[in-house]
């Protein structure tokens, strides 16, 4: 099993919808959570980071954290053609004192004109 | 500022022969990474590096060798390509916000072996 599960499925919207994508994650020494926008043929980049559980918002964006769930979430409020991209979520993980990222897989959002 | 450098971009390769990516930042980070992706398996770690001089296994290293020289460059190698080496090699260098490790990618190295 993965450490941070992410359903890979594409998701397609019309443009102005809400985009909502999730994550679950299987180590409860997670305590950060990051999501990473991934554009066609791009490596990814930082989208937000949260610490612990709650949300964040950052513009149209907003990031949840439920960690009694082991759950991460992310929502693209007013959804644009150029919010499609690969959406990777990923948790922090400490092994031998080293920080490495555990990625999900992704899932592809493609907005619809 | 380049941030991360990939190179070359592209590369196809028969299988058995050898090859070497280079990856650079100007960054100053300690930390580096090797990443490879393919459809369905999302980013997968190969090796990784926490400082010059240093290097250790990620989930799939088998296959390929690293070296850190220099705290710029991280350099990944494979000795005897393979078909199922085929994917997207991404580098990554990382530097911590407020205690959380934030990775910055480079462009992608997309390799084939045929």
Known sequence: QKEVEQDPGPLSVPEGAIVSLNCTYSNSAFQYFMWYRQYSRKGPELLMYTYSSGNKEDGRFTAQVDKSSKYISLFIRDSQPSDSATYLCASDTTEDGNNRLAFGKGNQVVVIP | NAGVTQTPKFRVLKTGQ??????????????MYWYRQDPGMGLRLIHYSVGEGTT???????????SRLKKQNFLLGLESAAPSQTSVYFCASSYQVSGAN??????????TVL
């Open chain 2, 18 to 31: 050898s090859m070497t990516l280079l990856c650079a930042q100007d960054m100053n980070h300690e930390y």
């Open chain 2, 102 to 111: 934030v990775l910055t990618f480079g462009a992608g190295s997309r390799l």
């Open chain 2, 56 to 66: 250790a296994k990620g989930e799939v290293p088998d296959g390929y060798n690293v």
